[in-house]
């Protein structure tokens, strides 16, 4: 299923005008500032995150699921379905995905029916959280991190049999998150369990192709409620630093420690030339995977002030950042809650780059936290939904893509193709 | 299957010595402190811990599970399976039920089934948090509290038939968790909920047979990752004093916000009479659901040493509490991590008995810090292992409950008999 | 010191036809979506929030204090430095007392001096966290909880006293904070001392006058760090229903465990008709005290969505709420810090009463849950500065109220007058 | 003033039949399992903690200090109060120095002092968190990390003049806690003060003697609140990486974000050979510094296991680590507090001792959970009070050294000879 062009510029033609004139309120006040409007507009314009494969179905938690009409149970409808939502966004231009959930089988298919809707493909990601039937060994116990070299050969097997799939499909880099861990004290020693996953990571560097990177995710607890072995960056970057220069910490925001300012292990990551990609959602408690701004929206914006700052000094050299949305859709329709995220997450953007950062510079300089705080709340408290807006506009792209979503009813057409009850793969 | 009891006396001949030793000392010691041991021993012995019909089975995250072998796919094994436990410890001697992932087809049979192995019906649990496939209305937006009043109808008559299973199994109490919540800001009338839940909530008080109690749940988060209609015990003790005097606050240890001090709520909830129940089980980061006293052992006594004073000081006329396990069994063999639970329960138990009341008394008219300190330490400090072993062997349990089920072989037997490959209904 | 009306009007004109500007455009916007946007002006110029008299100097930690110059010695400079405040904001009309910091020997004088600044009495504070001078019985080990009768006797009387000295300036409300509590298990039984604060705060009520209202706040911890006597909503309603109609609970941001939702709180309490007042600030680890708005801006205007809700519908009869701002000025200028806080205050209030909320209530009526958080974040986005400088402007206050300290130079001034090393008391 | 020993004897003398009896047990069931208890025994005979020369006095919290009689107002008082901790424990035969709380204006006297109660002096602390009055630019802002060039210099130079403090005393290590950090969001170009702390640090590394240490500590919040320059062990790491091989993390127990696993924080840093340090203390919600053992002795327990498997094999080349209680009194005799924290420590370190070390790592190896937990528990239920008594025993201390403090009535005789109401230096 595809949107048609036109459909799209129907709906946009409905909300032109009132559209028009509040990005030229906005654009004149901003322009009054002294900011280039149409610049920060074509920054929008080409920022684009992927969505992983298993982030079109609905989601659950350990105590049950709802499903959604209207699923994808294919991977080629999963790709559909990204489509669907870059038609709408022209931010989701890319696809991550998961291994073995969503096995590419004919390659050469799968990257023309992506291309076709202007997607490429990012980050593949493995899976050594789970069993699968035709496995030999079981991961219950760890995978990179086991006490027995045969576990961990056939985890490292199946991360590089993970970048093979990549190839195939053109991306360039391999996310692993371990689920590895313990969830009773003296499970583990946790030395040698550091220094397995130590040599499992480097040996995966190692085969990985020349221009491939190695994004290494850290997380706190679950499904291990003890201890993690990669809890944190910290650990995350010791790890990235022993396997090479290709491999890099990934910031997923759900997974940290209550009150952790994640904003700060950003600019420290960039400091270092160590930060690789970030997996965007959002959270009150622990890795609650909700939608992206709905919680903290403040939080995300100051996470995208250092991301500017960094990506415009970038000294120490990080590499382009690999942008996903990694959240789980439990309650709303699984496209509807992708594009509330991608919006949130231009709007953070779009705020960040409002931010005054010579005179950021000079009040940080003379120590004036009023003054500071205050740089930061201007740009923040600025409605800069026009702006995002026009930068969908001018990339063909609709002002407003969960209306346009509902005025097209796409919910309703994908239920009467693929049925109210399926189940998408990995959920 | 069940275990002869001549084996159990043959495990115990083994290790009778070096425990009458051990028993020995420890009676000297705390007779020389004019320490009553035989009425703790007997108080251990006859203390009684319901096992849910949902734990024999492995546990799992919402990443996945791992299966165990041997384990229960019926009532019939489910009950055998606690009967194995309580002729081991001899403190399992109630199961609980979960409706409707057991429901007893042949009430007379089950009740028999259950009486030959020395178990009662203790509490029985309502699930409004899945839906099941003959069910009308979807619980994807809440039960108690739906803003529906047909999906609360349906819940409430749920909830119901529940206590009519219960009732023909024996049971006097049904017990309340409601999943029922939000995840984003906005999507509830938080006021509205709350009323929604009150009325339902008190329409099952109603129906209940008089001599029945009602537990009501609470829960912070989880599945719901914004906000739960019950999410605290302020919530649950206004609700249970709405209902009326058989309503009660239930206490699942897993249920708190991080560093909530927990002994204190039981203390509140004691003096207000309104403490009904308890859940136990450990949690480092949320409701993780792991062996009891594995994490926590001090909060453990802690909260041991409240329901200790508040049994003996019972001024405002808190019934009878239920006690269960509520733990899940992701990494080791059920039925030792349900002995694991029990005897760190009776091992908590058995410190605060301890407790020299009369001198904790003193220390705290007298302001004297330390000396409180000091106190609590030494019962914490003792070790009871032998008591509570000696509990057991009086009541003809084991003295070593995991070892002799280790001893016995008795999960290669269930495996022999069941299979490696079952999984248990509701897991 | 004082100023001078005219050098407010002399600022607003330099930017007024900016603002203006601003105005008028989001006017329009508002008046198409049928918003009342007079109405919400004259609301949000009617607002007014209480300054306390400790939170004109710099505040501290307990690793030590950094002072600022100018700083308020006595009670009437003080008032003069609120009087600041409200000249430049017209937010600021009321005075919070803490006694025994601020004792106003002579009431009318004091009384006269503040109402030539516009400014009338609120809430007065007791203070049994600290031992005076004076004292005959220490409260380090507690005060209304004592296990001592006579120190609670001292404690109450000091409560009664306090409400004196708020009478005779007009005050109507007694706020009771408790720093009761324990720092080491066993140290406190709990129930005693439960029962014990319950006595003593219904010895309190029962001595106020028939028109004052007591605020009971709560707090999880600091400066006790096991136990504290109120540690949370529960327990301070409870508390409250047991002394009468006229006790309430009061809700301080900043006291409150990780991850709490305390927009349900507000809601809760708001069923219950017992939430009585607020204690502004922000935080992000425990009770920091920061600036209003500084940390998690969009959880503020959660909570004003629940205020601006339960206001409109005020079934159960809560009273007019006591607005204040608590927050302790560290690093920045206090009166800035201030200012900053109520122009946070009036920003989420003005977006909270943008809310439409027929299109909410249909959303929740339908579980449309991304609708639900969309209508939120449509009015959150909106940028209301001018809105909210609009009410300053007609209620004769700054437009920019910062700026406007900043251009009159009036620390400067203040420093001039007072020196550069003075020191509030209570600091 | 000082202790006879002959009064120590007279104490041990009314207690020795006792605790032979209870030693002897513990022995012989020791033995049994293979155990050398001599060994053991010696093990904590040698054991030495230092006390930091602020803990003598009462502390207190930002809302108040309550006064303890008989507080040490000059650093030979505080000696003495080590001196007499020492004779009764022979655990606390080290002091660490803060400057400038406590300037040895006569090194040598001081050291000669010391020496006559046994003690040495552990690692010295330097303070730039406070202004002195005599100090030329205040830290308000910051110290190694501060915008301004000037203010760096003076702290490094602070820091260097510590070192020679400490060099004069005999001391081999500098602590530095850095309260460095941020309140508010904008307040801080984050990679700026990373690299302004980095490069300080180096400086005052480089300036140390080539034998001494640099121990570098970590905190995620408080003083500040937003941000701290040095939150967490990977950025610790991170700098002392950068210094070069004598510099160490310093772990002090409260130092943590909620929930965190500091024994696997603990086994991390050992394997990178870079743990140097400990500041015991316990808490329940934040750096609450609380008397050690007394809310979570497990999590003790297990931080000793990782301490002790980590001194065991040692591969990474940790040099011998610093240990210090760093709490504050706030409600005890701090002399008691102390004597409770030396004691916990003791019994923590004594259970890690005795953990089956052999079974654990074949029970890891087999993945064999719950036989872990019960390897790790054996140890931890064991009563091993009759071990640490005998350590004290054996070296001329006493077996109960809070006991024999009271039936000696020192705080008597301390207040009799200091006053009620003195403060030590830096309280």
């Not at 906005?26 to 992927?50: C, G, K, P």
């Not at 997923?252 to 952790?260: E, I, R, S, V």
């Not at 702006?387 to 009813?409: F, K, N, T």
Request: with cysteine; proline share 4%.
């Amino acid at each position: 299923m595809k949107i048609a062009q036109q459909n799209i510029q129907e709906f946009n033609q409905k909300h032109i005008i009132k559209h028009k004139n509040r990005f030229d309120f906005i654009s004149s006040e901003l322009s009054d500032r002294s900011i280039d409007v149409d610049a920060i507009v074509q920054t929008l314009s080409d920022f684009q995150v992927a969505v992983p494969s298993w982030a079109l179905g609905a989601g659950g938690t350990r105590f049950g699921r709802f499903s959604f009409g209207g699923e994808p149970s294919t991977l080629e409808e999963k790709i559909d379905d990204v489509g669907l939502i870059h038609a709408l966004t022209h931010t989701a231009g890319a696809i991550s995905l998961h291994i073995p959930w969503d096995i590419p089988s004919d390659a050469a298919a799968i990257r023309e029916r992506a291309a076709d809707r202007g997607l490429v493909f990012d980050a593949v990601n493995s899976n050594t959280f789970q069993d699968q039937s035709d496995q030999e060994y079981s991961y219950k116990y760890g995978s990179l991190c086991h006490v027995d070299a045969k576990v961990r050969r056939q985890a490292i097997d199946h991360n590089i049999q993970v970048v093979e799939y990549g190839e195939a499909l053109g991306s360039k880099s391999l996310t692993v998150w371990l689920a590895d861990g313990t969830s009773f004290p003296g499970q583990h020693n946790f030395r040698k369990a550091h220094q397995h996953t130590q040599s499992s990571l480097k040996e995966i560097y190692n085969a990985m192709p020349d221009d491939w990177k190695l994004y290494i995710e850290y997380k706190p607890y679950e499904p291990n409620f003890y201890s993690m072995v990669i809890p944190d960056w910290g650990t995350s970057l010791a790890f990235a630093q022993e396997c090479g220069p290709r491999a890099h910490t990934l910031v997923d925001l759900g997974h940290h420690l209550p009150n952790t300012n994640i904003e700060q292990i950003v600019a420290i990551l960039m400091t270092k030339g160590r930060l690789g990609g970030f997996h965007f959602n959002d959270s009150k408690y622990g890795d609650d995977d909700l939608t992206v701004g709905s919680i903290k929206p403040y939080q995300l914006f100051l996470i995208f002030n250092e991301l500017v700052y960094g990506m415009e000094n970038n000294v120490a050299d990080n590499p382009p950042l690999a942008w996903m949305i990694d959240a789980s859709h439990n309650l709303k329709d699984p496209l509807e809650d992708l594009m509330q995220s991608l919006d949130a997450i231009l709007v953070a953007y779009a705020q960040a780059l409002l931010i005054d950062r010579v005179a950021l510079e000079q009040a940080q300089e003379a120590s004036n936290v009023a003054a500071c705080q205050d740089i930061l709340q201007q740009a923040y408290r600025t409605d800069v939904r026009a702006i995002v807006a026009e930068s969908r506009l001018r990339a063909g792209a609709a002002i407003d893509p969960v209306a346009a979503y509902r005025s097209m009813r796409l919910r309703d057409q994908l239920i009467d193709t693929r049925g109210l009850h399926v189940t998408a793969t990995g959920l």
